[in-house]
């Protein structure tokens, strides 16, 4: 039973163009939703999260748009960056004494030049 | 500041042989700590986890065990491996809501 699902296994983008990940997710206990990017051979880094109570929360170029409703998270990266290419997770948890992160599978970003 | 580091980087094991991963978290006290594993095109999957000193519970039931033997150190381990054991593993922490962070992962790959 997939709960966190990145239904995009792979996107290809301009450089300086916007970078869309979507994620989707069908618990609705989850509360704190996260963004990981990670390169080969490396563990995943973290990127940026957003609670449930807010419905976008932005960092520099990294945007995560949150909506309960639809059970959607979407990642945006703008401009977009040859470096920005790796696999992006998206991650899901919910109020416990540890956080249980449930990942999604992931989208591998490759941005062109 | 915190930092975590897991060893060995890449093993390669024989089918039968035991294994025994290390992951140690320095500039934190009392941390959650994670065992992940990530199959070739897959996602991330939580192994186990734990909450303090001798606390460990499992994800999924597999040939793997997890042992927390100090407070920032976290074992897994295998009597046994299996083919279906190849992965890239990962050992994380976290405090409270902070999300996890992970190391830099170990390629295990059993022939």
């Known amino acids: 039973d997939q709960q966190v699902k990145q239904n995009s296994p792979s996107l290809s983008v301009q450089e300086g163009r916007i970078s869309i990940l979507n994620c989707d997710y069908t618990n609705s206990m989850f509360d704190y939703f996260l963004w990981y990017k990670k390169y080969p051979a490396e563990g995943p880094t973290f990127l940026i999260s957003i609670s449930s109570i807010k419905d976008k929360n932005e960092d520099g170029r990294f945007t995560v748009f949150l909506n309960k409703s639809a059970k959607h998270l979407s990642l945006h990266i703008v401009p977009s960056q040859p470096g920005d290419s790796a696999v992006y997770f998206c991650?899901?948890?919910?109020?416990?004494?540890?956080?249980?992160?449930?990942f999604g599978t992931g989208t591998r970003l490759q941005v062109t030049l | 500041s915190q930092t975590i580091h897991q060893w060995p980087a890449t093993l390669v094991q024989p089918v039968g042989s035991p294994l025994s991963l290390e992951c140690t978290v320095e500039?934190?006290?009392?941390?959650?700590l994670y065992w992940y594993r990530q199959a070739a095109g897959r996602g991330l999957q939580l192994l186990f986890y734990s909450v303090g000193i001798g606390q460990i519970s499992s994800e999924v039931p597999q040939n793997l065990s997890a042992s927390r033997p100090q407070d920032r150190q976290f074992i897994l381990s295998s009597k046994k491996l299996l083919l279906s054991d190849s992965g890239f593993y990962l050992c994380a922490w976290s405090v409270r809501r902070s999300g996890a962070f992970f190391g830099q992962g170990t390629r295990l790959t059993v022939v």
């Open positions: 500039g934190t006290s009392n941390p959650n």
């Open positions: 991650a899901a948890d919910f109020t416990g004494t540890a956080s249980k992160l449930t």
